[in-house]
């Protein structure tokens, strides 16, 4: 089981930005991938990161969007790549390594959420095809180049949410009866913690480490644009001025969404800022396999607690039987393991 013990009396917290984090922190002749590297917090690491002098590539399903938004950062190659089609993944995948030796930060972060039920080509449900299963191919197929930076970081956006489902049963819903775009949600958010501790358990010996991310809740991002009410105007205001309770608001008043629960929220600048620090941070040096949120590594909860939202990590998150189980269905549907 994973050593979730937090850092005491550390030196950032919930509030810390990115640009803090990334202060003073040079990254030259580093070669990085962001996924869902153009909008959102995304794009702040994408800024963030160009700075500090690396080499990047952001793979887009949306090739427009992301050559508008990524116009004026410098060292950006934009690569096309649909996470939910496995011969786009590899075709990204290929051309990487045919123009790059080594890979010294891969960051997961591209995902969605609260889908009605909705399946990919080899029908699978939409969340686990996207926000895992996507993830777990290309990490895979990006293994050499991973393997030859010697000390490389692999950084999975993950959310509290893993702290309401376990890896279920039927996983992919084949009942149909069972599906609930929350539960799809948070089932694909419990497989990148998952996913995370295996893959460090795997890779270390190659200097592979792996980290699992809550960066927060963002009500200004795009990840639920497809069930927002919010307007991207709107949106960009809220974050311009740090009116984060505007977007949510609105999404109160659609959805009923009980705000209570939440002890704070963030700002694209600080919820870029935990995903920064685990793919940069040099206090994470010899870690690995550890789920971290507000810029430290999180707790453990006990199995007694219920759900909330005041952090914490499930231990049906790190349940190594459910990593293993996971990684067999991963490798089953892609065809691609470790080795």
């Known amino acids: 089981m994973s050593n979730q013990e937090p850092i005491a009396n550390y030196k950032f917290n919930y509030k810390t930005t990115a640009n803090k984090v990334m202060k003073n922190i040079n990254l030259s002749g580093k070669t990085i991938i962001i996924t869902g590297g153009y909008s959102g917090i995304g794009l702040e690491m994408t800024k963030q990161l160009s700075r500090a002098g690396v080499k ?8 427009e969007v992301a050559k508008k938004n ?3 950062i410098k060292n950006i190659d934009i690569l096309p790549l649909d996470l939910t089609n496995p011969e786009s993944i590899h075709q990204f995948a290929e051309s990487f390594l045919q123009n790059n030796s080594k890979l010294d930060i891969l960051i997961n972060s591209s995902g969605l959420m609260y889908l009605p039920l909705k399946r990919d080509s080899r029908g699978i ?5 996207t926000n895992h299963l996507g993830h777990y ?3 895979m197929e990006l293994l050499p180049a991973l393997k030859n930076a010697k000390n490389s970081r692999v950084i999975n956006l993950s959310s509290r949410a893993q702290q309401m489902t376990p890896l279920l049963e039927d996983w992919n819903f084949e ?4 599906y609930n775009p929350q539960i799809g949600y948070q089932q694909s958010k419990t497989a990148n913690v998952l996913f995370s501790i295996k893959l460090d358990e795997l890779g270390k010996k190659y200097g592979i480490r792996s980290f699992a991310v809550h960066p927060g809740m963002i009500p200004m ?7 927002s009410p919010i307007t991207p105007w709107l949106r960009y205001l809220a974050d311009y001025f740090k009116l984060i309770h505007i977007p949510v608001f609105f999404n109160t008043l659609k959805s009923g969404f009980d705000r209570s629960k939440y002890r704070y929220l963030k700002t694209i600048a600080q919820g870029a800022a935990t995903p920064l620090w685990t793919a940069t941070s040099p206090d994470l040096e010899g870690k690995g396999g550890l789920y971290c949120e507000d810029l430290n590594i999180s707790r453990l909860m006990t ?6 939202f005041a952090g914490g990590l499930r231990p049906h998150s790190i349940n190594p039987d459910a990593a293993n189980r996971l990684w067999h269905i991963s490798k089953t549907i892609t065809g691609l393991d470790f080795e």
């Open 175 to 178: 009942k149909i009866e069972n």
């Open 303 to 308: 199995s007694e607690e219920v759900d909330n």
């Open 125 to 129: 449900e939409y969340h686990f095809a």
């Open 221 to 227: 991002t795009n990840i639920g644009r497809q069930n």
């Open 56 to 63: 990047i590539i952001i793979p887009a399903r949306r090739m």
């Open 70 to 72: 990524l116009s004026k």
């Open 137 to 139: 191919q290309l990490t």
